[in-house]
């Protein structure tokens, strides 16, 4: 975890930033950590969207998910770099390295960890996720999981559980785990 004594300068202003799989309750979170912090939200896919002026599901359906990826990429390097933002990003955001290197060097990470069963729960009969339109959406959200898990691990500055517990005392657990700077603002 980041502690205050090695925080470069300008620390204060780092992007705190949201990753876990889709389900996990980052953009929920990240609108009401934003609101207690008194800062901007931004949500990656939704910007991207507003960007392109289509759905992340035409971008999947016209350009695969490679072009999505592309995409993403440059979107995240965009808004990494804006000062004191919360940013919500999408569930596969860390699958690719130069994603992970921009979001570890610039931001404060926060891994939302979801389980299975839960993120099912929330998923179930969600029809905008291009990822989940499969035979079997449950058992891709557990394969998803297990090769994404130690990604989020690998570039978060803190971990909290998300499960049943109200939004609320989620995003007051993030704010406690917070490096000191992030909350005097
Ligand atoms: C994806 C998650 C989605 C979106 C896209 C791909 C993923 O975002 O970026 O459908 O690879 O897990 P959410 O995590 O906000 O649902």
């Known amino acids: 975890m980041a502690s205050s004594d090695a925080a470069p ?22 609108r009401r950590l934003a609101a207690r912090l008194g800062r901007r939200f931004v949500d990656a896919d939704r910007f991207l ?19 999505f990826r592309r995409r993403e990429t440059a979107i995240l390097d965009e808004l990494s770099r804006l000062p004191g933002i919360v940013l919500a ?9 130069e994603n992970r290197r921009m979001l570890a060097e610039r931001c404060v990470v926060v891994f939302l960890h979801a389980s299975i069963p839960d993120l099912w729960q929330r998923l179930r009969r969600d029809r905008t996720r291009p990822l989940l339109q499969t035979d079997n959406p449950r058992e891709r959200i ?5 090769s994404r898990e130690p990604l989020y ?33």
């Open 89 to 97: 990003t999408g569930g596969g955001a860390v699958t690719r390295e």
């Open 9 to 30: 300068v300008g620390a204060a202003s780092r992007p705190i930033v949201l990753i876990g799989m889709m389900g996990s309750g980052k953009s929920t979170v990240g």
């Open 49 to 67: 969207e507003e960007r392109c002026g289509v759905a992340i599901a035409t971008i999947f359906e016209l350009e695969g998910e490679d072009g």
């Open 142 to 146: 557990a394969e998803l999981l297990a």
């Open 153 to 185: 691990r690998e570039i978060a500055d803190i971990i909290v559980v998300s499960a049943r517990q109200p939004v609320d005392e989620l995003v007051a657990d993030i704010i406690e785990a917070l490096p000191d700077e992030c909350r005097a603002r």
